[in-house]
DNA sequence: CGGGGCATTGAGTTGAGTCAACAACCGTGG
DNA sequence: CCACGGTTGTTGACTCAACTCAATGCCCCG
């Protein structure tokens, strides 16, 4: 099997036998996690950054209140905390949304790679750049758009993303996160994201069966949540 | 005077006279910006990305029906795109907000030290990583706090940052953004912030005179907004 | 077969938006 | 030095998208 990481990097260009060793000797230290269990908790002070290898996992902080906000979702071959190499203190955590599996690479290892190997360094800069992209366009759609857009552009950009990793069978893909988390993620209340998933389904935009959703109608969902993929840098290509 | 970016860069540790050489060569190329203009056009591929030396600009996107997002402020010793190095397309604009003085800095010459110096380019890192520590911050505020606490938690921040730039003499600053461009940064309409304004001066809490902001009881403003200055990660040392 | 998450529904509430004036301020040119 | 026009700030009246609370239904798993 391809080495999740590889595939996540060569999407931006190549690399060389050496930078692909020095990648999976970083990231043999595998660990599992459950579904609702934290990779990350919040405030931890790692040593390591983690790889996500298989599942879905969201970053997450709390308010004093309980509120919750996620502000990033991450896939398969996402870093979750990558900065947390440089930042060391999370201010926020990551937890699992589906069961996953995760890679601990360790900061020491990232420092010597900063040192020895200047693209796999902007390949790493890259990742958590793509990330502030995603971060910038989440924080722009719950500041203006209507709940329906808000959830249509995040069904939309999962669509794409998954896709990238290979996890989308014709218009269909598994999304674990429930309606709760969805609101978490939206600024939205449970039951308002209830609601408005409901309306997607009845215009025949998506159909949901449990966790499993489909898209029916790619070109009406893209054009509602005004989704244009550039932002995802999916196949920005890194120079040597 | 000291620059702009080696200030803001040795916050997280000290130089060396040769790497600070590095850093006054590549940001000679000085440029002036009235307020309301654009550092950066939505879209532009750039072959360089732009130092703010002073002013105050925010980084914006906008919808085809006009509404706009403020995705990120940025103030003295920022560096308003750094992003545009690795991503090169930018998907948003930056506008000054004041009248703004900034360095190009060309990404050849980025490219060039991320071979050669691996401090420093640890160093950029870490900036765009704090762009998106803050980044996901007004996410969450903007996802699950009221009006109130949202326009409070931006003056604690920006009370911070300008401060840690020592551009803030007891407990006042100058915030050049106007009502609307508040609203636009946090998902609030004009007339709302408007009135939170309103609430804030007559509770007591801050003063406004034109575009210069008094806080005068931090504490309460910081308790309300759940202000936390670690996610700046002002301080946040680099390991060599 | 029973319990715990999730999803769904209905009814009532509200924070924030919209629209439309109007006032205050500011730089500019006559 | 003042008149003017544009931008920004302020106010009031009304509306509405989304929230809250509280049931109820559903389904999966042990």
Redesign the pocket.
């Known amino acids: 099997m391809v080495h999740p990481l590889i595939a996540a990097i060569e999407k931006h260009g190549p690399l060389t036998e050496d930078e692909k060793a020095v990648l999976r000797d970083i990231s043999d230290d595998v660990v599992t996690f459950a579904a609702?269990t934290d990779l990350v908790r919040p405030g931890d002070e790692c040593a390591y950054s983690t790889l996500l290898l298989d599942g879905v996992a969201a970053r997450y902080s709390t308010f004093a209140d309980g509120q919750r906000q996620i502000s990033a979702l991450h896939v398969t071959g996402d870093f979750v905390d990558l900065h947390s190499f440089l930042l060391k203190k999370m201010d926020d955590g990551v937890m699992a949304l589906s069961p996953c599996r995760a890679a601990r690479v360790a900061h020491k290892d990232l420092l010597e790679i900063s040192g020895r190997y200047p693209y796999l360094t902007r390949a790493f800069w890259l990742m958590t750049l793509i990330d502030g992209a995603i971060s910038r366009h989440l924080t722009a759609a719950i500041g203006r758009r209507?709940?329906?857009q808000r959830v249509a552009h995040i069904l939309c950009e999962m669509h794409c993303r998954l896709g990238n990793m290979g996890l989308v069978r014709n218009g269909g893909f598994d999304f674990p996160a429930?309606?709760?988390e969805l609101?978490d993620m939206l600024?939205?209340?449970?039951?308002?994201v209830?609601?408005t998933?409901?309306e997607l389904r009845s215009d025949g935009l998506i159909a949901t069966s449990?966790?499993h959703i489909e898209i029916h109608d790619w070109d009406r969902l893209a054009e509602e949540a005004e989704f244009d993929a550039t932002y995802l840098h999916s196949y920005q290509q890194l120079e040597r």
Do not use: F, M, W, Y
């Open positions: 609702k209507s709940a329906r429930t309606q709760e609101g600024g939205l209340s449970t039951v308002h209830n609601r998933l409901q449990g966790r």
